[in-house]
């Protein structure tokens, strides 16, 4: 069966959400998540402009401002809902792993996880 559109997030995903808790424009978007994760995560023009227009379909973002063909969103709380949902999903894989790592034991099904890594 196929994933439904936006039940998880991508790092572009979640990095255009997240920056846009303030108005911003595409190329503040670009600059301030690479600085934010310090060049890890890059995002292009392509990339960028493409998830916006996704976005304000979906209402997960407005668009807040024109000025020639500069264009500027913010996010809605539709998008805030969306990116809390990541941000909790994102939370219990990372406490997924801690409990597997050190190592648990399953009850229901009688086996011990031991971290192996």
Known sequence: M????????????????????????????MKIVSEMTQQRVTIGPGTLYTLLDNFVSQGFITQTNIENRKKSYVITETGKEMLEKEYNRLHKLTDDYETFTRGVVDENHKKTYVNEL
């Open 2 to 29: 196929p994933r439904e559109k936006y039940q998880t997030l991508t790092e572009q995903m979640f990095y255009i959400l997240l920056c846009l808790q303030n108005e911003c424009c595409g190329v503040d978007i």
